[in-house]
């Protein structure tokens, strides 16, 4: 079955990066778009870009456009996101998420998500 | 960017009835609307896509209509396990693509 599993808590000072993974199992990796959604507490979902696994073509938001890095290792069939220059309204839950085939833009799969803390 | 509306913000309904949620665009989207189910502490998970499309092995008690600006999301016979937040997104426009505020949903 499809699986996307992302990495574990994160704590972090205002000004730094922070890097989340999504390993994706059960598909092949390299078909899909993986798009990027965040949650901050309390809030609605915040679409945020996405890498296509199979060139690597980017797109992001451009709420965060210059701040946000989508990379991919197919051969971990993994993808990356990585905000940089965080703030405290950075704190959220950040999700990946795939794409389905098709021309309709909808995420069949998720991640179960990566609590993101931005504290001094 | 496409502001998606969703009403009511909350609901509370008894086990068997039959709830509407409404999803309201900014513009006109065709049918690039879908939704998606969130429990707590849960990602997203997708029900219905391209408007009316139920996506497999969501229960057919689920059912999405609608094309242009107004959308709805019924479920038919609420079950206790359906208590959660919904969500819409529209996908007419990529860039960026953007979500309704959620309607939570309570079982009396």
């Known amino acids: 079955q499809v699986q996307l599993v992302q990495s574990g808590a994160e704590v972090k000072k205002p000004g730094a990066s922070v890097k989340v993974s999504c390993r994706v199992s059960g598909t092949t990796f390299t078909s899909y778009e993986m798009h990027w959604v965040r949650q901050a507490p309390g809030q609605r979902l915040e679409w945020m870009g996405w890498i296509n696994a199979g060139n690597g073509n980017t797109g992001s938001s451009q709420k965060f456009r210059g701040r946000v890095t989508f990379t991919r290792d197919t051969s971990a069939s993994t993808a990356y996101m990585e905000l940089s220059s965080l703030r405290s309204e950075d704190t959220a839950v950040y999700f990946c998420a795939r794409r389905g085939l098709g021309h309709m833009y909808f995420f069949d799969y998720w991640g179960q998500g990566t609590l993101v803390t931005v504290s001094s | 960017d496409i502001q998606m509306t969703q009403s009511p913000s909350s609901l509370s309904a008894f086990v068997g009835d039959r709830v509407t949620i409404t999803c309201r665009a900014s513009?006109?989207?065709?049918?690039?609307l879908n939704w998606y189910q969130q429990k707590p502490g849960k990602a997203p998970k997708l029900l219905i896509y391209a408007a009316s499309s139920l996506q497999i092995g969501v229960p057919s008690r689920f059912r999405g209509s609608g094309s242009g600006t107004d959308f709805t999301l019924t479920i038919n016979s609420l079950q206790p396990e359906d208590s959660a937040t919904y969500y819409c997104q529209q996908s007419y426009s990529a860039l960026p693509l953007t979500f309704g505020g959620g309607t939570k949903v309570e079982i009396k």
């Open positions: 513009q006109s989207i065709s049918t690039y």
